[in-house]
């Protein structure tokens, strides 16, 4: 089964989790504000999608635009930006879909389509 972070308010997510039900894909949902992926999920989720770190921050939320993360991230170690992200749910791109070998950052359906 999978695991999916997700965020209710989050359109995207809605879609998500949308295309999971009538595609009788079976997952364990998770709220990402409420459990935020701590700094060793955020590690698994980084290396099983294949994608540079920096693909896992929220670009498009309010509290990147507000600590000005576009100047900052270019500079910090990857510590550092497992311990931002780790600090807020609302930090992290969603959804986040997790199998058993492969992580999928944000929803995008021709990547999810493969999971059928």
Not at 84 to 109: A, C, H, Q, T, Y
Request: aromatic share 12%; hydrophobic share 30%.
């Amino acid at each position: 089964m999978y695991k999916v972070y997700c965020y209710n308010k989050c359109s995207t997510c809605q879609k998500a989790l949308k295309f999971l039900n009538e595609n009788n894909i079976k997952y364990e949902f998770i709220d990402i504000k409420e459990n935020n992926p701590n700094k060793e999920i955020l590690k698994e989720i980084h290396l099983k999608s294949k994608k540079e770190l920096k693909k896992l921050f929220n670009t498009s939320g309010l509290l990147y635009k507000e600590y000005e993360l576009s100047k900052k991230i270019p500079n910090m170690t990857e510590d550092e930006m497992y311990e931002l992200l780790s600090s807020n749910g609302m930090l992290v791109k969603r959804p986040i879909l997790i199998g058993d070998d492969f992580s999928l950052i944000g929803f995008k359906e021709d990547e999810w389509k493969k999971l059928k």
